[in-house]
């Protein structure tokens, strides 16, 4: 996949180093969702993971921005600065590990609980909405919210909502949502502010699996839509222990 | 043949809300969502822990304002006790206290009842038992996240019933005393933050008006989060940004110009401005502010916080102080009834903090 060149204008060629306190250092690359921003906030994410500064201890990669928690007794802002500068002149080769998924999701009424009325707000048919949302590559922007809970950029125009006024009730786990423009997939049922258009059967944290987190910041998806008998099936060999998401050539 | 010995333990009587397990939090899994949890009075957390002469980072019980009821099992067990200024009795008969500010170090005789209650000031108080609490862990940490079900005792806060296994230290010889713990006094007063990571959200008057307050903490005040009453903050630029991460103390500022400080148990991404965070020695003295408490915030440079963090990290790591007064304020009498026949303030083996 080809890197493309950020626009200086919307992500400027020095990023930003903000203060979250006098443990977290905030560096910042962009203030909007734009995969050439989140390319170098992965690329930087990467290369000090590659290589953790001493005193160093969690890095956390979101749209536009690495966030650095640190131990200020074990290095300073201003070494940590300096190292940052040094990872950010390493070329980056996070963007050829993307991995490329399909991962099932069914939009029946029972699993996609409020389809009906996002069709109607959209002024389409649930059948065109499904086919739109199955049709698009999406971009895994990040981890948030909860734990395995991922948010989804190149969600179709037509399908772009904004989120409802009022949060509804819980929905469940694995649920798909839109809303602001996004798409997400849940791990736990949580009350949400979004709108149900679906449900996987696939468990993105499960801490009996070898890997807990299904899967990377950075890499590609795409929905497969599945009837609810398939959906019961799936979610019984998830069950199990298997990975019913599999990865695609491109 | 022998019988398998009785496993001793610590058996909770009864617990209000709000009383879970935590170590020094679930770290590494921000990336992938998971909140860290962990203590909300982080130093009185490690105090407690210093004084049991556990190893920093250890599993402790956070008792919340609900306040818990404990005996042991099979075995005494020493414990230790730091944090707010808690009601504390040894089968019903009330512990004075040498100095508001001591941990105590005592020990629950098997059948013995401990019962730790909210006293005058301060919302959050940490029991360290002396050795380790067998408790199975989740991602490599003990630290309870209700929200989400991790950790902890299934993933869900101590309750009445609650059997917790523990394999007690054998080199601790303390079976009661208090110990002096200065840096717990905080006055509520001032809390100290650095500015950012969003400050540029805000005009020089609301930031002004953010540092004069005064704020009280309101009655939505838990383990997630203290929302705060006080003066209405409004944006220059809109409340609305990319969600980015969130560290403990941040203070977002959402569309109804209500600071909300985010705690041990908040989300790991948000998307609402942060006005500034609370610096880490701070978040104690935040967090044991009970609701109603006013306060005004202070900004700080990175090379204050910085000092601050260093003068806490001196405190933890210098010797004990037994406090003097110990031996003279309790009466024979009460000793005797506690069942002491030896010394009264050995100092257990003291672990420093890294």
Known sequence: MPHVAADPAIAPAVPRFLNAGETALVVEFGETVDPAINDRVLALDAALRADPPAGTREFVPTYRSLMIHYDPLQIDRQTLVGLVHKALAVPAARTALAANWIIPCCYDSGFGEDIEEVAQLLKITPGDLIARHTAATYRIYMYGFAPGQIYLGGLPEALAISRRPAPRPPHQPGAVLIGGGLCVITNFAMPTGWYVIGRTPERLYAVARADAFLFQAGDNLRFEAIDAATFLALEQRVASGEIVARKSAA | MSSVPAQAALRVLSAGPGVTLQDAGRHGYLRYGVTAAGPMDPLAYATANLAAGNAAGSTAIEISLGGIELTAEAEPLAVALAGGDFAISLDARVLPRSSLWAAMVLTIEPGAVLNIRAGQSGAWCYLAVAGRLVVPQLLGSNATHTRTGFGGVDGRAIRTGDRLSVEPSRSSTLSFGAIAAPWLDRPPEIIRVVLGPQDDYFSAEQIAAFLEGPWRVSIKADRMAYFLDGPRLTHAKGYNIVSDGIAMGAIQVPGDGRPIVLMADRQSTGG???????????????????????????????????????????ALARDLVVDPLVRTQFSSEFLLGLNLIDGVVNPIEHVKIA
């Open chain 2, 272 to 314: 609402y401005p942060k006005i500034a965070t609370v610096i880490g020695p701070d978040l104690g003295r935040l967090a044991q502010a009970r609701p109603g408490t006013a306060f005004r915030f202070e900004a700080v440079s990175i090379a204050e916080a910085v000092a601050a963090r260093r003068e806490e990290a001196a």
